[in-house]
């Protein structure tokens, strides 16, 4: 593999017409009572991410660490009171269809885990580092299917604006201490983010978002050479949660949202000769290089703000339970937009449609 020079010009998530159904029916009832104020989760700049689970943006080299932070849902930390905070996050996943996977017989059921710390040196601003530990019950011999993922160090503004508007821009760097972003030559893949949450009415919350990664690596290939890293990533998402007027601490929502990916070039002379040996990443004519892919995502769930089953005094505590019927995940990875040469959405693909569970908790 040859270097490269850097600097050269790792849900899914929930369903649409279900949210337009909700924000119908909430919209009607708001007006009957005041629920406990809630902080709806930042879905991490783009392309998915909700329920605790994915953010849309998969692909090629998804990992968990695109995952919501788990916080979401429950009662907001007041940072003039405590500016500290530690949260935890185990997640079960299980793809609904357990043959013909087209290799993907790895992720049939998967377990994530996180953790996070996170300081707030003023009221609006926000530092965050988190880790991941993802196990898989399927792994080649010799290995236990126990993997890290990338540490991420995470800045978030948060500024509240006039109309109930909230806007959130920041930004992250990654530490490559998982397994892909070793075997890629990852040296850090540094992001920006923006996300926009809307309150409409005392119920539903609206959040619209958009991110850009950029991957710097030392080899525009994977370690076999054959495999191109991605260049740069932009994704765009959309959320929308709505709590239950006859009971606040329910909460369903949906999330939907698509990526698209620039590669490195990672080709030699006889690229697109259709050679099955050949070493590159083209095998057809019609493209010099590997052209730019699109990836997509969505996910309904239902969330369930458990902070009411705890110890009387421990106010700072809060936990919630989170169900969801997805398909893609930053885990086990989305369905590429482009089939057979022709761009289609698949509601329930075979390889990404899953259901999975979150157990979330902080204080």
């Known amino acids: 593999m040859k270097p490269i020079v850097l600097f050269n010009s790792a849900s899914s998530r929930r369903l649409a017409a279900l949210a337009t159904a909700l924000i119908t029916l909430l919209s009607s009832t708001a007006a009957n009572a005041a629920p406990e104020k809630t902080e709806k989760g930042s879905k991490e700049g783009g392309g998915g991410g909700g329920g605790g689970g994915a953010a849309t943006g998969g692909g090629v080299g998804s990992t968990p660490r695109d995952q919501a932070d788990g916080s979401a849902g429950v009662s907001p930390r007041d940072p003039s009171k405590k500016m500290w905070e530690v949260g935890v996050s185990s997640e079960y996943h299980r793809l609904f269809i357990q043959n013909d996977l087209e290799g993907a017989a790895a992720n049939k059921n998967l377990l994530v885990h996180a953790a996070y710390v996170e300081v707030d040196p003023t009221p609006q601003d926000r530092i965050r580092l988190r880790g991941f530990l993802y196990e898989r019950f399927l792994a080649d011999p010799g290995e236990t299917g126990v993997r890290t993922d990338d540490l991420i160090l995470q800045y978030t503004r948060v500024q509240h604006l006039p109309y109930e508007l909230t806007l959130k821009p920041g930004a992250w760097v990654t530490f490559p201490t998982s397994f892909t972003s070793q075997k890629a030559s990852s040296i850090t893949s540094p992001r920006i983010s923006v996300a926009l949450d809307k309150a409409l009415g005392n119920w539903v919350h609206i959040e619209p978002r958009t991110g850009a990664d950029y991957y710097i690596v030392r080899y525009g290939t994977v370690e076999n050479g054959s495999t191109p890293n991605a260049q740069a990533r932009y994704a765009i998402g959309l959320n929308i949660e709505a709590q239950m007027p006859f009971h606040p601490a329910l909460s369903i929502g949906a999330d939907a949202g698509t990526a698209y990916y620039w590669y490195y070039k990672a080709r030699a002379s006889q690229a697109g000769n259709n050679n099955p040996s050949f070493p590159g990443t083209v095998q057809d004519a019609t493209y010099k290089d590997q052209p730019l892919q699109q990836t997509y995502g969505f996910e309904a769930y239902a969330r369930y703000d458990l902070s009411r089953y705890r110890p009387e005094k421990a106010t700072d505590f809060?936990?919630?339970?989170?169900?969801?019927?997805?398909?893609?995940?930053?885990?086990?990875?989305?369905?590429?937009?482009?089939?057979?040469?022709?761009?289609?959405?698949?509601?329930?693909f075979r390889s990404t449609a899953q259901v999975y569970a979150v157990l979330a908790a902080r204080y």
Do not use: E, Q
């Open 318 to 348: 809060h936990w919630d339970f989170t169900m969801s019927l997805a398909n893609g995940d930053p885990a086990i990875g989305y369905s590429s937009a482009i089939h057979d040469g022709s761009l289609a959405v698949y509601w329930g």
